[in-house]
């Protein structure tokens, strides 16, 4: 199942560095990017070791190969479309059950968006795009299992910290080998 969750943006900082003649100033987003061991809205949890491993797993083959693009709103497929992005993740650390992400913000035609919006004092947050497995506990909730981060995506309503809204594309099925 593809799993989609959101953040408060209000958690989020918005850096704007200064630029020069010969470097243009860049807009980096940071913030809560990743919760575990909290029951959503979606009445979902994530376990906080797969969560580190999978975070693990993201930052070896997608963060330090800078390739750990994010696109502006979701999109409805488990793939990234270069067309689409509008910022990359340069860095997610775990402080407790939250891990906290920093993000670029690219020079594309998405992320010339997002760098408006936020210059003009909008405030953007950020969400997650993942594979996994949904596994039914007690009351209701389901235990997430199997967890493969794809993207972390710029979002223009996410929830409260913790506190996730989207729920899962029931019609998408993927398979992870």
């Not at 710029?154 to 729920?167: L, R």
Request: aromatic fraction near 6%.
């Amino acid at each position: 199942n593809l799993l989609i969750e959101d953040f408060d943006r209000s958690s989020f900082n918005y850096v704007i560095e200064e630029g020069s003649k010969d470097k243009p100033s860049r807009v980096f987003i940071e913030g809560p990017y990743m919760v575990a061991q909290k029951v959503n809205k979606n009445n979902r949890y994530y376990v906080i070791d797969e969560m580190v491993q999978e975070v693990d797993r993201y930052t070896q083959d997608m963060i330090q190969e800078q390739r750990a693009m994010g696109e502006l709103n979701h999109p409805q497929t488990a793939e990234v479309d270069l067309e689409r992005a509008c910022h990359v993740v340069t860095e997610l650390k775990q402080n407790g059950s939250e891990f906290i992400g920093k993000s670029k913000v690219l020079s594309t035609p998405c992320g010339k968006i997002v760098e408006s919006l936020i210059r003009d004092g909008v405030k953007v947050g950020m969400s997650t795009r993942s594979l996994g497995k949904l596994v039914e506990e007690s009351g209701g909730v389901s235990r997430v299992q199997d967890m493969k981060l794809v993207a972390i995506d710029c979002v223009a309503d996410p929830s409260y910290s913790g506190a996730f809204v989207n729920g899962i594309l029931e019609s998408k099925q993927w398979i992870c080998d």
